[in-house]
């Protein structure tokens, strides 16, 4: 098994933490869109889509 260096450590840890917030982000947009779902907003749902498409 090979040992990591201190900077390889670093890489993957800065991948892990770039993996997390993509999850927090996505987790977030799918609250937002399940509000709307049930909120019955049609234009906020399709909104978020559109942005999430976008950008």
Known sequence: ????TNDELLKQ???LT???Q???????LAENLEY???SGDQFAV???IQKR???
Not at 1 to 4: E, F, S
Not at 22 to 28: E, F, T
């Open 22 to 28: 993509q999850i927090k982000v996505l987790h977030r």
């Open 36 to 38: 709307s779902r049930v």
């Open 46 to 48: 399709n909104h978020q």
């Open 18 to 20: 770039e993996c997390a």
């Open 53 to 55: 498409i976008a950008g």
């Open 1 to 4: 098994m090979k040992h990591l």
């Open 13 to 15: 840890a800065e991948k």
